[in-house]
């Protein structure tokens, strides 16, 4: 069965160290893979995407993400964290092969809380 | 920027009422999707249209139907609430000029059904 993995429910840092908030996927195909965030009371929010190329993504906010073929992972990374990052992250696959109508399979989402 | 409106941030119905979601998107886009969301579980989809009057089921539509007339709106239907239906609905849109493109999603409502 096709599937996403976020195994971490809760991720706790410190602000200013790194994080990192991982994701695993099991798919066939070739996937696209997507990272949103949700902040409270509000819907999610596209961070950054894989699609081809470089395994190391850029997004917003200073999130970067790192895909792993052999792996089949896709985590999440910040180099310095800030307390306004605290939210819920979601991870998400796009199944390619499909016309409009493709299927997008959600992890079941890792919240990150930052303390000062 | 697209943008995705949901016409209810909190709604509360009895049980047994027909429930209408309202969505609306700006951006021409011709994918439309219907989410709900519960802790732990993150975000199953409900159905999704691909285009003007076209739907599909997603993976738990039992409960729920939907209607696409204008390209802009996708509604969501309770045919009758149960009280297992209380859960935070999500909208999201999506251009259809490929899976690389990421889905726009509206703030949500949060529905309770009594």
């Known amino acids: 069965a096709q599937s996403v993995a976020q195994p971490e429910d809760q991720v706790n840092v410190a602000e200013g160290n790194p994080l990192t908030v991982k994701c695993t996927y099991s798919?066939?195909?070739?996937?696209?893979l997507f990272w949103y965030v949700q902040y409270p009371n509000r819907g999610l929010q596209f961070l950054l995407k894989?699609?081809?190329?470089?395994?190391l993504v850029k997004g917003s906010y200073g999130f970067e993400a790192e895909f792993n073929k052999s792996q089949t992972s896709f985590h999440l990374k910040k180099p310095s964290a800030l307390v306004s990052d605290s939210a819920l992250y979601f991870c998400?696959?796009?199944?390619?092969?499909?016309?409009?109508?493709?299927?997008?399979?959600f992890g079941s989402g890792t919240r990150l809380s930052i303390r000062p | 920027d697209v943008k995705v409106t949901q016409s209810s941030r909190y709604l509360v119905k009895r049980t047994g009422e027909k429930v209408f979601l309202e969505c609306v998107q700006d951006?021409?886009?011709?994918?439309m999707f219907w989410y709900r969301q519960d802790p732990g579980l993150g975000l199953r989809l409900i159905y999704f249209?691909?285009?003007?009057?076209?739907?599909e089921k997603g993976d738990i539509p039992e409960g729920y139907s939907v209607s696409r007339e204008k390209k802009e709106r996708f509604s969501l239907i309770l045919e009758s609430a149960s009280t297992n239906q209380t859960s935070m609905y999500l909208c999201?849109?999506?251009?259809?000029?490929?899976?690389?493109?990421?889905?726009?999603f509206g703030d949500g409502t949060r529905l309770s059904i009594l």
């Open positions: 951006m021409d886009h011709e994918n």
């Open positions: 894989y699609i081809t190329g470089d395994n």
């Open positions: 249209s691909y285009d003007v009057k076209m739907k």
């Open positions: 999201a849109s999506r251009s259809a000029s490929g899976a690389n493109q990421p889905q726009h």
């Open positions: 798919v066939s195909g070739n996937p696209y």
């Open positions: 998400a696959v796009t199944i390619t092969g499909y016309s409009s109508a493709s299927k997008i399979i």
